[in-house]
């Protein structure tokens, strides 16, 4: 199994510029979740979603888009990139709570994104 | 919100023990998370407490008190592949959407 492949790995944009990372799982998980990791601060949420067709704010959402048409596939967009947002980017994904009480997330190998 | 709190570094020697803190505020306990995250690369599961007591998982253990907000992480018997960033995380209370609010990580590197 592939787990969480998330694409690019890698991307530069200019400011202004837009773009969308992918997330794809083949595991069959209903919540699906994109993090953002900056040196000192640890992961945050910028959005997440608990089933197909939903969506919903995280912590930190502003200037990011998503949606999840496919149960599969969440996708994180950029509108108009900002050098506030050159990160590295996590897509997590969850069947929800196991029989030992633990929901654990999945993460894909993450997506580094530098706006100059 | 969630107050999570670790220490940002530690150093120990391979063949040592390490025991990483994680203090955390939530309105409502749900389970404490460690996960491990090696550099440039994604986390990984490691353990979850819902109960006070010492979770035993090979050369990982994992310690919660409820009462105090307060779990460690143990590593024993380091190895150089231990070095590697440790996230402590907490999920939301009263939600049935799974989020997890992780602490900064402490990042531990092992010294031969």
């Known amino acids: 199994n592939a787990g969480v492949t998330q694409t690019p790995k890698f991307r530069v944009l200019k400011t202004g510029q837009s773009m969308t990372l992918l997330c794809a799982q083949d595991?069959?998980?209903?919540?699906m979740y994109w993090y953002r990791q900056d040196p000192g601060m640890g992961l945050r949420l910028i959005h997440y979603?608990?089933?197909?067709?939903?969506?919903a704010k995280g912590e930190v959402p502003d200037g990011y888009n998503v949606s999840r048409l496919k149960k599969q596939n969440f996708l994180l967009g950029l509108e108009s990139a900002a050098p506030s947002q050159t990160s590295v980017y996590f897509c997590?994904?969850?069947?929800?709570?196991?029989?030992?009480?633990?929901?654990?997330?999945?993460f894909g190998a993450g997506s580094r994104l530098t706006v100059l | 919100g969630q107050n999570i709190d670790q220490p940002t570094e530690m150093t120990a020697t391979e063949g040592a023990i390490v025991q990483i803190n994680c203090t955390y505020q939530?309105?409502?306990?749900?389970?404490l998370f460690w996960y491990q995250q090696h550099a440039g690369e994604a986390p990984t599961f490691l353990s979850y407490?819902?109960?006070?007591g010492l979770e035993e998982k090979g050369r990982f253990s994992s310690f919660l008190s409820r009462s105090k907000g307060y779990s460690y992480l143990l590593l024993k018997e380091l190895q150089m592949k231990d070095s590697a960033s440790y996230l402590c995380?907490?999920?939301?209370?009263?939600?049935?959407?799974?989020?997890?609010?992780f602490g900064a990580g402490t990042t531990v590197t092992v010294r031969a």
């Open positions: 997590a994904s969850t069947a929800g709570r196991t029989s030992s009480g633990a929901n654990v997330l999945t």
């Open positions: 595991m069959n998980h209903e919540y």
């Open positions: 979603s608990v089933g197909e067709g939903t969506t």
């Open positions: 939530t309105s409502g306990f749900n389970g």
């Open positions: 407490n819902v109960l006070d």
């Open positions: 995380a907490v999920p939301k209370p009263y939600s049935n959407d799974y989020k997890l609010s």
